[in-house]
């Protein structure tokens, strides 16, 4: 009997173990939960998404109607206490690329912000984040834009100046600074609109030439293209402006 009461006890103690190890364990595994991404659209327009999933390539497409959230993707088994802990970087994870846009316009901002995602998490823990599309983020208006051109080749030059249909002829004295402008663009706000271009468009400059007292020069030097010209966001006549300037120097003969 004695030996048979041993044994209960014995067994007693390592169900006990197994229990508080049990229990151990559990309380150091964190829960896994599910993260909705969502954009409601809350203007008068139809609202046009396009967008990349951080974990693929492909680029999908999704059209919202007024008053309509639609989800865009799940973020699966993400271990994690609540939703605030899951996007904590100033962009949002789950998206390479989004662009809205509406039938009278696009939104410039970069919509991946973190900032402008809410989140709310559920009873589960799970979470969803949601965008809201509203109309003030579509207010564009018309920003003016001038092109600077300074003459330091040591030479007088000149080429011509292409604007829509319209041809101009320039001769640039050396030391010489002209600005051409205003010209419009529908944007939010003053931007560099050839930031990922690699040329100017609003204007067009032909090849650059100088005549001296004993020859023609001929500069292969390409003045439309982007990298040589610098932007500026600036007052011009006391109203903002993008200013793009661009100076002639004498490597362009060379």
């Avoid at 046009?48 to 919202?64: F, G, H, K, M, P």
């Avoid at 949002?92 to 316009?105: E, H, K, N, W």
Wanted: include cysteine; charged fraction near 15%.
């Amino acid at each position: 009997m004695m030996v048979q009461h041993k044994s209960n006890i014995l067994f007693l103690f390592q169900f006990l173990l197994l229990l508080i190890a049990g229990g151990f364990v559990s309380s150091c595994q964190e829960d896994e939960h599910d993260y909705a991404y969502c954009v409601v659209n809350n203007t008068d327009q139809v609202v046009n998404l396009q967008y990349t999933v951080a974990s693929e390539s492909r680029i999908c497409y999704d059209t919202i109607q007024p008053g309509q959230t639609d989800t865009l993707c799940w973020r699966y088994n993400v271990t994690g206490k609540n939703v605030w802990n899951v996007e904590t970087a100033s962009e949002v994870y789950m998206f390479s690329s989004l662009q809205a846009d509406i039938p009278s316009g696009r939104y410039t901002d970069n919509l991946r912000l973190r900032s402008y995602w809410g989140a709310v998490e559920d009873r589960n823990g799970d979470g969803f984040y949601t965008l809201n599309i509203v109309d003030s983020l579509f207010s564009i208006k018309t920003c003016n834009y001038y092109y600077a051109l300074t003459n330091n080749s040591g030479y007088d030059i000149n080429y011509t100046v292409t604007v829509g249909l319209s041809k101009v002829p320039i001769t640039q004295p050396a030391g010489g600074y002209f600005m051409f402008g205003p010209y419009s663009s529908l944007q939010k706000y003053i931007l560099d609109i050839y930031s990922e271009q690699e040329k100017i468009s609003q204007i067009t400059l032909s090849a650059i030439e100088a005549t001296t007292d004993v020859d023609t020069l001929y500069s292969n030097y390409n003045p439309n293209k982007t990298s040589n010209w610098s932007f500026e966001s600036t007052l011009v006549n006391g109203d903002s402006a993008g200013v793009y300037s661009i100076e002639f120097g004498p490597e362009i003969f060379k």
